[in-house]
């Protein structure tokens, strides 16, 4: 996505939030509700609070701040900001990591810098040791393990990495290397147990890690996980700027082609 395009895309929001400025936090556009809906469907640094009754969304800056908002009837109210991560935020996620009922605020910075904030309290939670990564190509959140909590599903430098939620230690690092741009976790073959989902046609196993599958070309630069066809298993459906492709895994093949 080109960087014309995400600036167009949230410049209403950042607006009316400069707005707010003066005004005890409060960002005074009745149209803000729909478009932050939007764009946090839409742009990898807005996140949505899941079944939120507060409608509570975090997104990052370029500047390397997080913001969370609240809605307040028509109106969003800026009620918290993190320090600054120094360079641009990349990409929000919001997950309930560790099993407690209160959701963490993950997100990474285009240097490599991984964190995570507690949402009631807004306290650091943790942050990955500096200049550990110097760059994340990819991030997701899910249970791989089925134990309590959530693990940490990232690409650094094209090598795959799974952390802990819990104690937020490595459990696993890749031999290999992935040229990938974009990471989903579900059952996408139907057997009862989540996949690792690589752009660049990697299907790989998510409890012991092996690679499953490996398909002949990219699957495409972005990714996402839906039962579009009824019969119980994932298609992967893969975006790039110039066409949507969607792949079925259990059979090994484009769907639909």
């Not at 640094?45 to 701040?65: E, I, L, S």
């Not at 741009?181 to 660049?200: H, K, N, Q, T, Y």
């Not at 409890?207 to 839906?226: I, T, V």
């Not at 110039?242 to 093949?253: F, K, M, N, P, Y």
């Amino acid at each position: 996505m080109s960087s014309r395009r995400f600036l167009a895309g949230i410049s209403a929001v950042l607006f009316c939030v400069a707005l707010a400025r003066g005004s005890e936090g409060e960002v005074p556009c009745a149209a803000l509700t729909d478009a932050v809906h939007r764009l946090a469907s839409r742009y990898d640094a807005f996140a949505m609070v899941p079944d939120d009754p507060q409608g509570r969304v975090v997104y990052g800056t370029n500047r390397g701040y997080l913001h969370l908002l609240r809605s307040v009837g028509s109106r969003y109210r800026e009620i918290w900001v993190s320090p600054s991560h120094v360079t641009r935020i990349q990409k929000v996620l919001i997950s309930d990591l560790q099993g407690s009922g209160t959701p963490q605020v993950v997100a990474f910075t285009v240097r490599g810098l991984i964190v995570v904030y507690d949402l009631g309290s807004f306290g650091l939670i943790w942050q990955s040791p500096e200049q550990q990564f110097r760059s994340i190509e990819a991030l997701t959140v899910a249970n791989t393990d089925n134990d309590r909590q959530q693990e940490i599903i990232f690409l650094s430098e094209g090598r795959l990495y799974v952390y802990d939620g819990m104690h937020f230690i490595e459990e696993w690092r890749s031999d290999a290397l992935y040229d990938a741009r974009d990471i989903a976790v579900g059952d996408v073959d139907g057997d009862g147990e989540p996949e690792i989902v690589l752009s660049s046609g990697h299907v790989l196993d998510a409890r012991y890690r092996s690679l499953k599958w490996q398909n002949k070309e990219p699957f495409g630069d972005h990714l996402e996980l839906a039962d579009i066809d009824g019969d119980g298993k994932m298609e992967v459906i893969a975006s790039t700027n110039d066409a949507v492709t969607i792949w079925d895994v259990d059979e090994r093949h484009e769907k639909w082609d």
